[in-house]
Nanobody
């Protein structure tokens, strides 16, 4: 079993910053990448960013490029999402997800709420 636990969400004013953390435990050797997704009220869950577990390659959704930065600490089995210049449209529940050797995001955390006030 692989467990993912997010933290770091909260309420912030537009233009502010937050750093989300996702700690993985259990079968971490099965991870090939860790990603962040978000779901705004009334909308579908969308991809935000991903980092490969070995090479550290990063991928971002267009609307967060230049504002968000994903990083990892393999020794701590933790991935971070640094979010700067936050906008109200960044509001949502942010989920951490692990891409496994199967190629799909098969393990998800419980989510952490981010609210950006205007």
């Amino acid at each position: 079993q692989l467990q993912l636990v997010e933290s770091g969400g909260g309420l912030v004013q537009a233009g502010g910053s937050l750093r989300l953390s996702c700690a993985a435990s259990g079968r971490t050797l099965s991870i090939t990448g860790l990603g962040w997704f978000r779901q705004a009220p009334g909308k579908e869950r969308e991809f935000v960013a991903e980092i490969s577990w070995s090479g550290g390659n990063t991928y971002y959704e267009d609307s967060v490029k230049g504002r968000f930065s994903i990083s990892r600490d393999n020794a701590k089995n933790t991935v971070y999402l640094q979010m700067n210049s936050l906008k109200p449209e960044d509001t949502g529940v942010y989920y951490c997800a692990a891409r496994l050797h199967s190629g799909v995001f098969a393990s998800w955390g419980q989510g952490t709420q981010v609210i950006v006030s205007s």
